[in-house]
């Protein structure tokens, strides 16, 4: 990564497993459908991350594999769960030299550009989902204190934490990034949207 003075921004993609994808959605559909969703929607969040470094965490091989075929650089979390992803995903991002990082779930089917997030002239961006309750993009600083709170009610919980540590924030409504794929709900609306 150069280090020309100007933000260098990186995009960090916590995924968990393909295969394993979206059970909230095995009443609608099939575990090899769900497999497909989740590759389709991933490929689409890594060609939104253009422009930016790239980074994929993950403890699951053929996601791992997947990544290193598309460029990406992989990270394995030190331990379970989300928040630990994006902190392990953040802190690999500040090694290789981001100043910017944009934290953003691997679910979203309609995502679009992702840089220009980080160009918003606030410490932290906080993108919440549809329903004004989770954090479907993060924008934070690549260093410097700050705790991730994904789970119920994450996108105040961001807010509250940038407030905490003393940081700018501000909230984005995005429409692209707004729909993440958890609930049959969810694919409806997609659906919806005449998408497949």
């Given amino acids: 990564m150069s280090h020309s003075g100007e933000a260098v921004v990186a995009v960090v993609v916590p995924i968990k497993s393909f295969r394993l994808a979206k059970a909230r959605l095995a009443q609608v559909l ?60 953040r802190q690999a991002a500040a090694a290789a030299g981001a100043t910017r990082v944009i934290v953003v779930h691997s679910d979203l089917p309609l995502a679009e550009a992702l840089l220009p997030l980080a160009g918003t002239q606030t410490d932290v961006v906080v993108v919440p989902d549809r329903h004004h309750d989770g954090t479907n993009a993060l924008v934070v600083p690549a260093t410097g204190e700050f705790d991730f709170c994904y789970g119920p009610g994450s996108a105040s919980l961001h807010q509250a934490q940038a407030a905490q540590r003393g940081l700018s924030c501000a909230v984005v409504e995005r429409a692209d990034l707004a729909l993440d794929l958890d609930t049959p709900d969810d694919l409806a609306a997609l659906r919806a949207l005449g998408q497949p």
């Fill in 30 to 89: 099939s575990e090899a459908e769900r497999e497909q969703l989740a590759r389709t929607n991933a490929r689409r969040v890594a060609e939104a991350a253009a422009g930016c470094a790239l980074f994929v965490v993950c403890d699951d091989d053929a996601v791992a594999t997947w990544a290193t075929g598309i460029g990406a650089h992989v990270v394995r979390p030190g331990e379970p769960g989300l928040n630990p992803a994006a902190q392990a995903g």
